[in-house]
């Protein structure tokens, strides 16, 4: 599976974006999504989760209630609607995918897409 974000850009504090995850290849349904981020400096962290079906969603608390993530699988693409945006989700966004469970641990994902930039201005 290769991924591919993007949807991201310059904002202002308190702005929306909705970043998407196209995957290539006929296997996407079977595998759960996840979206981290990695801020200047910083480790890469983890910000929320989909299952391969949809009905199952993880979020860190820091974007609870502001953050939502979907999935298309027939356009084999997954989304995060960022809402109520704070300077501190300033990061490169990275999508991410694997076919066992659900998890938070960015180093159990099998595949990665390229990352694209938040900013959040104040």
């Known amino acids: 599976v290769q991924l591919q974000a993007s949807g991201g850009g310059l904002v202002q504090a308190g702005g929306s974006l909705r970043l998407s995850c196209a995957a290539s290849?006929?296997?996407?349904?079977?595998?759960?999504m996840g979206w981290f981020r990695q801020a200047p400096g910083k480790e890469r962290e983890f910000v929320a989760a989909i299952s391969w079906s949809g009905r199952s969603t993880d979020y860190a608390d820091s974007v609870k209630g502001r953050f939502t993530i979907s999935r298309d699988n027939d356009k084999n693409t997954v989304f995060l609607q960022m809402n109520s945006l704070r300077p501190e989700d300033t990061a490169v966004y990275y999508c991410a995918g694997r076919s066992a469970v659900v998890t938070r641990r960015f180093s159990e994902y099998d595949y990665w897409g390229q990352g694209t930039l938040v900013t959040v201005s104040s």
């Open positions: 290849g006929r296997t996407f349904s079977r595998y759960n």
